[in-house]
């Protein structure tokens, strides 16, 4: 409810306000879920068994598409982003 000693100019403004908000909100979930769509995209892209996880071996085939990385290299760059330890990458991660 708005404040009864709010002229309608006070009104108005805070009625546009409050849309601005909401849809600034709609928008910036919307990004939000295409961000989240095409992050989807390209760990399907590359996940080979279809698990939705990307694991060594398939993040070996995609270093095909880069720079080559030393066995190492592939095993740090999983455990860099590898929250829950289970030596994969799921989309989450």
Known sequence: MLPSVWGP???Q???IEMA???LASKLNRQQ???DGEVKAAKVSQ???DKRGFIDFMELK???KLGEPQ???GLKAMIKEVDED???QISFRE
């Open 9 to 11: 100019l006070q009104r």
């Open 13 to 15: 403004t805070f009625r």
């Open 20 to 22: 601005e908000s909401e």
């Open 32 to 34: 939000q879920i295409n």
């Open 46 to 48: 590359y996940d080979v």
């Open 61 to 63: 085939l995609m270093e």
């Open 70 to 72: 030393t066995h190492l």
């Open 85 to 87: 330890h289970d030596n």
